[in-house]
């Protein structure tokens, strides 16, 4: 079992910045990675960022590319997003989520998600 609780959303202008966090508690050897993802009303859920817990590579989703950068702190268990240059269209419930892999008699992943935090940018 995975607990994952965000906190850093809010309300800021066009342009500003924020900065997301994520911390995991449980099972967390288990978590192979973890992301963010967004979902906007009547849109859908939609990756932002990942980032796995062992060699730390990165994917974004294009829209964000340049100005959202997903950062990890292993030892503390907790995944970062900073948001710069934020637009309105970036408005949406961010939600942390991690994967985790158990092995047993066979493979299963697992994804745990947060409560979500709302992220609203005005114009």
């Known amino acids: 079992q995975v607990q994952l609780v965000e906190s850093g959303g809010g309300l800021v202008q066009a342009g500003g910045s924020l900065r997301l966090s994520c911390v995991a508690s449980g099972s967390i050897s288990s978590i192979n990675a973890m992301g963010w993802y967004r979902q906007a009303p009547g849109k859908q859920r939609e990756l932002v960022a990942t980032i796995k817990t062992s060699g730390g590579s990165t994917k974004y989703v294009d829209s964000v590319k340049g100005r959202f950068t997903i950062s990890r702190d292993n030892a503390k268990s907790t995944v970062y997003l900073q948001m710069n240059s934020l637009k309105p269209e970036d408005t949406a419930v961010y939600y942390c989520?991690?994967?985790?892999?158990?092995?047993?008699?066979?493979?299963?992943?697992?994804?745990?998600w947060g409560q979500g935090t709302q992220v609203t940018v005005s114009s």
């Open positions: 989520n991690a994967q985790s892999i158990v092995v047993l008699f066979t493979t299963r992943q697992y994804d745990y």
